[in-house]
T-cell receptor, first 112, second 114 residues
Framework: QKEVEQNSGPLSVPEGAIASLNCTYS??????FFWYRQYSGKSPELIMS????GDKEDGRFTAQLNKASQYVSLLIRDSQPSDSATYLC????????????FGKGTHLIIQP | SAVISQKPSRDICQRGTSLTIQCQVD?????MFWYRQQPGQSLTLIAT?????????ESGFVIDKFPISRPNLTFSTLTVSNMSPEDSSIYLC???????????FGQGTRLTVV
């Protein structure tokens, strides 16, 4: 079982709709969870972090965490063409001294 | 977040040679990490750069191939040794500030081995 799993997509969403990106992880000891956005040819950009069960909202982005189900999601409301990118889910395993473990990323396409 | 500078931003190298990538941050971060992103793939952690001691390598990465130095809290280097075309990747440095878990990336080094 891969440590962090994401559907690679592409996920196609009409402009203005809600994009829903999902991620599961295998290490129950993971405490910190992140969503990065990566445009083609660019380095990853941190857009959300979440540490507790429930929802965390920041502008058009909402991160959701369910530790019992080992599930993290990212919702993007009012999707814009500029949101088209690869979204990477990342976790810090165990006690927190480790680096990030990344999923393979979901390629999101927002259709005008 | 700290500002992270990597040099070079890109390079084309001959197989069998070595390239040293530099990473400089503008604050005294406690942890620095090196990642590799192969074409069309996600990021893979190579190692944690430890200040004043040997780096901690992930499974599948060894010091002879990827020697890492961190002489102080704000600077680290990664060398890709005896390169082959399979080493063509983006190499990224990241840092974590004391007391925080969020990590930010530099612009990366795009390496092509021919």
């Amino acid at each position: 079982q891969k440590e962090v799993e994401q559907n690679s997509g592409p996920l196609s969403v009409p402009e203005g709709a809600i994009a829903s990106l999902n991620c599961t992880y295998s290490d129950r000891g993971s405490q910190s969870f992140f969503w990065y956005r990566q445009y083609s040819g660019k380095s990853p950009e941190l857009i959300m972090s979440i540490y507790s069960n429930g929802d965390k909202e920041d502008g058009r982005f909402t991160a959701q965490l369910n530790k019992a189900s080992q599930y993290v999601s990212l919702l993007i409301r009012d999707s814009q063409p500029s949101d088209s990118a690869t979204y990477l889910c990342a976790v810090i395993r165990g006690g927190g001294a480790d680096g990030l473990t990344f999923g393979k990323g979901t390629h999101l396409i927002i259709q005008p | 977040s700290a500002v992270i500078s990597q040099k070079p931003s890109r390079d084309i190298c001959q197989r069998g040679t070595s390239l040293t990538i530099q990473c400089q941050v503008d604050s005294q971060v406690t942890m620095m990490f090196w990642y590799r992103q192969q074409p069309g793939q996600s990021l893979t952690l190579i190692a944690t750069a430890n200040q004043g001691s040997e780096a901690t390598y992930e499974s599948g990465f060894v010091i002879d191939k990827f020697p890492i130095s961190r002489p102080n809290l704000t600077f680290s280097t990664l060398t890709v040794s005896n390169m082959s075309p399979e080493d063509s990747s983006i190499y990224l440095c990241t840092q974590r500030v004391w007391g925080q878990t969020e990590a930010f990336f530099g612009q990366g080094t795009r390496l092509t081995v021919v």
